[in-house]
């Protein structure tokens, strides 16, 4: 196998360690995380997705209190490309994805990162493991706007990375 390809694989597999890791839970039906993240964020998530499924835009939720904005609320997060995309599924799995998926992306993106910084592979993979899996976004299952938001942080990194090495106008405007 050549070096493109065992990077590739290793993307692939920080992509899906993370549903393995996780397949206890979500193959007996429990939702990937408690406390706030059953209470509060999958609720607002799941109001988000069912407006969005009727056809309307997810402003208001009739449910919370006496009603509260759902559009302004970063938890629901009912504009965010990744959860839009998941709005024809099932709430329940919707917000398993969502999870998922945020935790492969963040691994595989701090891969890619370290890889741009000249890491050695088995060292970015390493990293991109300990990020996705490890102590701290598994902590906080509950606290999932912070799990959905973590691939943004490796990759604001490459593309300040990006632009560094190779800074223009333009690069700056993007």
Not at 103 to 114: D, K, Q, S
Request: charged share 10%.
């Amino acid at each position: 196998m050549t070096r493109a390809g065992r990077h590739r694989l290793a993307l692939l597999l920080l992509l899906a360690l993370p549903a393995l890791a996780h397949a206890p839970a979500w193959l007996d039906g429990r939702l990937l995380g408690s406390g706030d993240a059953a209470a509060l964020h999958y609720p607002l998530r799941a109001a988000a997705w069912q407006a969005w499924r009727a056809g309307d835009l997810p402003a208001w939720n009739p449910w919370t209190f006496s009603g509260m904005p759902l559009l302004a609320s970063y938890r629901a997060g009912a504009l965010y490309p990744p959860a839009l995309a998941l709005s024809p599924l099932p709430p329940f799995w919707a917000f398993q994805l969502l999870v998922l998926a945020s935790l492969g992306a963040a691994g595989a993106l701090t891969a890619l990162y370290l890889r741009r910084l000249q890491a050695l592979p088995v060292g970015a993979y390493a990293a991109g493991l300990c990020f996705a899996l490890g102590p701290y976004l598994v902590g906080h299952l509950s606290d999932t706007a912070a799990i959905v938001a973590a691939p943004t942080l490796p990759l604001l990194l490459l593309a300040a990375e990006s632009h560094m090495n190779r800074a223009t106008l333009g690069r700056a405007a993007g």
